[in-house]
Nanobody, 126 residues
Framework: QVQLVESGGGLVQAGESLRLSCAAS????????MGWFRQAPGKERTFVAA????????AYADSVKGRFTTSRDNAKNTVYLQMNSLKPEDTAVYYC???????????????????WGQGTQVTVSS
């Protein structure tokens, strides 16, 4: 069982930045692909970004390419999502998720991830 805890959310103005963190409590973190997903009010959860277990491959939704960057530190069992140039449409609850040895294209699919965090709210005001 892997427990994931997100942090770093908050309220910012458009154009500002936030960095989300997701810490894994147990498990072979270095074998998990880590994904970021978000869910806006009244909408379905959607893929944001993902990084493979070694960090060798990353993937991004088109809506965040060039603005968001995901990275990981396996020594700290932590994955990060750096969000720059935030827009009001980025407002959502952001979730991190862990899936064993996922690669493209499956690492973009929420159904492929076994463990999920509780989510952290990101609100971007205009």
């Amino acid at each position: 069982q892997v427990q994931l805890v997100e942090s770093g959310g908050g309220l910012v103005q458009a154009g500002e930045s936030l960095r989300l963190s997701c810490a894994a409590s147990t498990g072979p973190f270095s074998t998990y692909t880590m994904g970021w997903f978000r869910q806006a009010p009244g909408k379905e959860r959607t893929f944001v970004a993902a990084i493979t277990w070694s960090g060798g491959t990353t993937a991004y939704a088109d809506s965040v390419k060039g603005r968001f960057t995901t990275s990981r530190d396996n020594a700290k069992n932590t994955v990060y999502l750096q969000m720059n140039s935030l827009k009001p449409e980025d407002t959502a609850v952001y979730y991190c998720a862990a899936g064993s040895l996922l690669t493209l294209p499956t690492m973009k699919r929420g159904s492929e991830y076994r463990y999920w965090g509780q989510g952290t709210q990101v609100t971007v005001s205009s």
